[in-house]
């Protein structure tokens, strides 16, 4: 009985002491929030490699067309694909950081899998419906009720190659980040 009453006190100890750290660190953890926020190298992964994939998308169509279609940076579809490259990247770089054979790089792979077959399952489908129906709501009469319907995006998935070069472009970016990584951390 004394045991219990022992550790029950050293228990209130231990929680009080607990409880005055977790408020001196959740004031601390708002201004290192921030800070922790740029040192995430899965986040900062994902992100490097969604810009340069989207940032392509831009620069191939400038060649392509020779105008800057500035919703090239924001839009759907095209190579490579940006969804597949950001959510590659982010599970490789969750493998290097957490180990491969952990449940948050499987979570990850799993979410990249998902994503990958939406892209070239469901989206490329939708938008090639978009197409179909597009050409249909064209070949309307002028007093047809949905004539002058604005067009449906027909740019919406990808093609087995583009989500491929995206897959590969997020693995090239998080295999970089863990060079500059390694090599920052030795500095």
């Known amino acids: 009985m004394g045991e219990m009453a022992g550790a ?61 279609d500035l919703k090239q940076l924001v839009g759907s579809g095209g190579m490579p694909s940006s969804h597949s490259a950001t959510v590659t990247a982010l599970a490789v770089a969750i493998g290097f950081q957490e180990g491969f054979g952990g449940s948050l790089f499987a979570t990850a792979l799993i979410l990249a899998c998902v994503v990958m077959y939406d892209a070239t399952g469901v989206r490329l489908h939708a938008g090639r419906q978009a197409e179909v129906l597009n050409q249909i709501v064209y070949e309307l009469p002028a007093e047809h009720p949905l004539a002058e319907s604005r067009p449906l995006r027909e740019l919406l998935g990808h093609t087995p190659p583009q989500v491929i070069a995206g897959g590969l472009l997020g693995i090239v970016t998080a295999i970089v980040g863990h060079i500059i990584t390694l090599t920052s951390s030795y500095s």
Do not use: C, D, M
């Open 8 to 68: 029950a006190s050293g228990s209130s100890a231990h929680n009080s002491v607990s409880s005055s750290s977790s408020s001196s660190s959740s004031s601390s953890s708002s201004s290192s929030f921030g800070s922790s926020l740029f040192n995430n190298y899965p986040l900062i992964a994902a992100l490097i490699a969604f810009a340069i994939a989207q940032s392509t998308k831009l620069v191939t169509s400038w060649y392509k067309e020779r105008r800057w």
